[in-house]
């Protein structure tokens, strides 16, 4: 990717966007309605949202419990939600998904159905293998990526084995942080001016 393409999709801290996650055939997933931008690292994004609005493929609506930290990726096939209660670190739940692009105020990505989730303790499971198996005849998911899904699942488990980011106590602490100094000055704010 050229220079001045990277700086285009550069995110500003603080910038309020929109999460859709689309499916393969490009039919809607699921969207967060507004996450805040807490670091834009190149490849990689974090970003967060607490108790926001989210919206189903079939139109139900619901609003989503506690603190979330998202970590996005813009070469990797895979992101990872920290979700909190209250200041509690609960657990991760990681999407297998496409490297996130961004469509005006909207950060985009692919599902591929399989899911990671990760106790505090760092034990695992996988979810939705069914359903990958399912949509991957179903939509024709083509070699490449499969090869993708497949590197995504390896890096995943290994990351978790060795304990290496995300699966570590520091960046768990570390999106927290950020959130709460950004809670009160931009998200807050945010909220403020909505309700007026």
């Known amino acids: 990717m050229d ?26 997933h699921r969207s967060w309605d507004r996450s805040v931008v807490l670091e834009d690292r190149g490849d990689s994004l974090l970003l967060a949202n607490k108790d926001v609005k989210v919206t189903e493929k079939d139109g139900h609506t619901w609003v989503s419990h506690g603190l979330a930290v998202c970590q996005f990726h813009r070469k990797r ?24 692009q961004m469509a ?8 591929y159905d399989l899911d990671l989730v990760v106790d505090s303790d760092l034990r695992y499971r ?17 070699a490449r990526v499969i090869r993708e ?25 570390k999106g927290h942080h ?8 931009v998200w807050g704010e945010t909220r403020r001016n909505e309700n007026k």
């Open 3 to 28: 220079r001045e393409l990277e700086a285009l999709m550069k995110l500003t801290k603080g910038q309020i966007i929109r999460i859709e996650s689309i499916k393969h055939d490009g039919s809607f």
């Open 77 to 100: 096939w895979f992101n990872t939600i920290l979700l909190y209660d209250g200041k509690k670190f609960q657990l991760f739940y990681c999407n297998i998904a496409s490297p996130v």
């Open 104 to 111: 005006g105020p909207c950060l985009k990505y692919v599902d």
């Open 126 to 142: 996988w979810l939705d293998r069914e359903e990958f198996e399912i949509n991957r005849k179903r939509m024709q998911y083509p």
């Open 149 to 173: 899904v497949n590197r995504a699942v390896r890096e995943l488990e290994r990351r978790v084995r060795e304990g290496s980011e995300p699966f570590t106590q520091r960046f768990v602490e």
């Open 178 to 185: 950020l959130f709460s100094h950004m809670d009160q000055s």
